[in-house]
């Protein structure tokens, strides 16, 4: 487990000085340690995301195109998936040559963890390898749609075969299957990934030992001194005050709630039985649970109601992509790990 | 394909008027009568021809329920084309469209063309707004106005691509500054080189048809 607990509420609290020179890693074993490690490119070295396909691949660069220009600040951690159901077996929904590119990214970078799911459907061409990293000739690339990712929930679904579930709000299930040409260190990522997204990450708290150099709230309130160590101090009048905010995440919770409500009442006529029997298969997946009535997780989204990467225009600087922010967390460490993740 | 110009539309208006259908029929032909709600933000693109011309029309089709609105307007920005759309067998649908068009005016460039559309328009006998109370809207605030029917595929044609030739007009007008991104106007590759030369001339002039 992680070492540190996610303050969604109360993270605003602390002025932080931010310096990612140096972190702790989080991971369980060794080899799941050597292979996040490689996310973080070194001084002068090419990136190892890149050679894992995981950064600045297709969907990176169809979003940051001229043609979208989406995001263009932010980094794009995506990888190739192949699109499948449930059956006996998993069974792939497209043909061979069509796959989806799934990528999360930042609407601003300086978000401490990511709030958009990027989803486009990719057509290679006959016979070509379907490696993600650099293949030959560029695939077409068709960006499908942009989920916030408040109103998804992410899931490993099965860890044998790399598949992850994605559920939106409204209902919508996706499974995708980490296409077989992903070294399993990027299913790695993904789990890592869905992990932070529902516990958070230790370095967007207040974990005193990590030193961050960056500022997360608007430069009006940084220390001057530019001290590598966290700063607790009182708000100054003119920032929101806690129970501004809370009002605020009040609303958006009571906002989400409303959607639930009306998904609820045009479900309603299969909600009420299924909701019964899923009580009790929390956590597990079952055979029907592509009808599980929305109103069952109220939970998973009340958990992220809260915190600042649910805000979709931030006020403040933008120093840092919170997905690098990420991958810094996982940077070689001269101090040995604090914790297991998974 | 290559294209001499992509032109950014954003479909906006209220939940279950049709937006996702419209775009279904436009870049699909076809019609698919049980819908997800959209959250976020789904794309469609589709290529027109206009004066001779390669066009790459591509359609941002925005959440229409309330609860997602904070968040699709921030996508408004660089459209270069809107459909508001309304359902004219609900009348709160086209009671909304004041503040539909205040938004989308707020949060995009005041010279983006808007197509007003009284979808639905098979639904006859359900009719609840006239087709005149559509034009009237539409003649007040400076919109084009066209009723369709996704289900039908009627006038679903002429509605993207008469925006388009609205905004295409505005480029030979030299309305649009072209190469002025947040137009939501972005020139093809084949086309960025000789529009380079002409983009200086471009001010107030009344450009001939194939120059640009």
């Known amino acids: ?342 | 394909m290559a294209y001499a110009y992509l032109f950014k539309y954003i479909i906006i208006g209220d939940t279950g008027v049709g937006k996702s259908c419209l775009l279904l029929q436009f870049t699909d032909k076809r019609f698919q009568p049980v819908h997800d709600l959209t959250i976020g933000v789904e794309f469609g693109a589709r290529m027109i021809t206009i004066d001779g011309k390669q066009i790459k029309l591509q359609i941002w089709d925005t959440a229409g329920q309330e609860s997602f609105r904070s968040i699709t307007r921030s996508y408004y920005r660089g459209a270069a084309g809107a459909l508001l759309v309304y359902d004219i067998t609900r009348r709160d649908t086209f009671n909304h469209l004041t503040t539909w068009l205040e938004d989308a005016r707020q949060h995009s460039n005041s010279n983006m063309v808007i197509m007003l559309i009284g979808n639905k328009s098979d639904l006859e006998s359900r009719r609840e707004v006239k087709k005149e109370e559509g034009e009237a809207f539409a003649r007040e605030h400076g919109l084009i106005f066209m009723e369709t029917s996704a289900k039908t595929a009627s006038n679903v044609e002429e509605a993207f691509i008469n925006t388009a030739k609205e905004i295409y007009e505005k480029i030979q007008e030299g309305v649009f500054d072209i190469n002025n991104e947040a137009n939501g106007i972005k020139i093809g590759p084949q086309h960025a080189a000789t529009n380079a030369t002409h983009a200086g001339n471009q001010g107030g002039q009344q450009a001939g048809g194939g120059c640009c």
């Open chain 1, 1 to 342: 487990m992680l070492s540190s607990v996610p303050h969604r509420k109360t993270w605003w609290k602390w002025k932080k000085t931010v310096k990612v020179t140096r972190s702790y890693p989080t991971f369980s074993s060794p080899n799941a340690w050597k292979a996040f490690r490689g996310l973080l490119p070194v001084d002068g070295e090419p990136n190892p995301g890149v050679g894992l396909g995981v950064v600045e691949g297709l969907l990176c660069q169809k979003v940051h195109s001229p043609e979208f220009n989406l995001f263009p600040d932010s980094v794009v951690f995506e990888s190739n998936f192949v699109q499948v159901k449930r059956g006996r077996n998993w069974l792939d929904i497209h043909k061979a040559s069509d796959t989806t590119a799934l990528g999360v990214t930042s609407s601003v970078p300086c978000l401490p963890l990511p709030n958009i799911i990027l989803m486009a459907s990719v057509k290679w061409h006959q016979g070509q390898s379907q490696t993600w990293n650099r293949p030959s000739t560029a695939p077409s690339i068709f960006l499908k749609r942009i989920l916030p990712l408040k109103f998804v929930e992410l899931q490993v679904c099965d860890r044998l075969q790399r598949i992850l579930r994605l559920r939106t709000i409204t209902e919508k299930i996706y499974y995708l299957k980490l296409h077989s040409d992903h070294p399993e260190t990027v299913f790695h990522f993904w789990i890592q990934l869905v992990e932070i997204l529902q516990k958070g990450l230790s370095i967007t708290t207040k974990d005193p030992r990590i030193l961050v150099t960056h500022c997360l709230v608007p430069t009006d309130y940084c220390s001057p001194s530019g001290d590598a160590k966290l700063v607790q101090k009182k708000l100054p009048a003119s920032q929101p005050s806690e129970s501004l905010i809370q009002l605020v995440a009040k609303e958006e919770s009571e906002v989400l709630s409303q959607i639930l409500a009306d998904l609820h009442q045009q479900h309603q006529p299969r909600s009420s039985k299924k909701a019964e029997t899923n009580k009790h298969s929390s956590g597990k997946e079952t055979p029907c649970e592509d009808s599980i009535p929305c109103t069952r997780d109220l939970h998973w989204r009340d958990s992220f109601m809260n915190g600042e990467w649910e805000r979709e225009n931030p006020s403040g600087p933008q120093p840092l992509s919170l997905l690098s922010t990420l991958a810094a967390s996982t940077r070689p460490q001269l101090a040995p790990p604090i914790g297991n993740l998974i």
